[in-house]
């Protein structure tokens, strides 16, 4: 079964930039067929909504830590979605996810919401 793949996590300085990707593990999965939502997610805390991106690209939301400072991406010709994360700080450690799903503008961070989702990269900031 087709699943998602994030990459681009690690240990950056506060203040640093970093860029998340999510694509699909299958070549055949029809990946602009899905709205792409992230999420992040700590260690004995709820999972928390960061963003999200239409299926056309044209139209993102955000959670309300990270506006402002978070950009959600994607690109149709390599069938990849984006994070870009600028001014990070500590209070955004976390492991991030990406997840699709048909309907766009969902916002719920319950699991079962949506149809695929990644394993996760972590995301370390250090002050």
């Known amino acids: 079964q087709a699943q998602l793949l994030e990459s681009g996590g690690g240990l950056v300085q506060l203040g640093d930039s970093l860029r998340l990707s999510c694509t699909a593990s299958?070549?055949?999965?029809?990946?602009?067929?899905?709205?792409i939502n992230w999420f992040r997610q700590t260690p004995g805390k709820e999972r928390e909504f960061v963003g999200a991106?239409?299926?056309?690209?044209?139209?993102?939301f955000y959670g309300d830590s990270v506006k402002g400072r978070f950009t959600v991406l994607r690109d149709g010709v390599k069938h990849v979605a984006y994070l870009q994360m600028n001014y990070l700080n500590p209070d955004d450690t976390a492991t991030y996810y990406c997840?699709?799903?048909?309907?766009?503008?969902?916002?719920?961070?319950?699991?079962?919401?949506?149809?695929?989702w990644g394993q996760g990269t972590q995301v370390t900031v250090s002050s």
């Open positions: 997840a699709a799903s048909r309907l766009y503008g969902l916002g719920s961070t319950a699991h079962l919401t949506y149809d695929y």
């Open positions: 299958e070549r055949t999965f029809n990946f602009e067929a899905y709205a």
């Open positions: 991106i239409s299926q056309s690209g044209f139209t993102t």
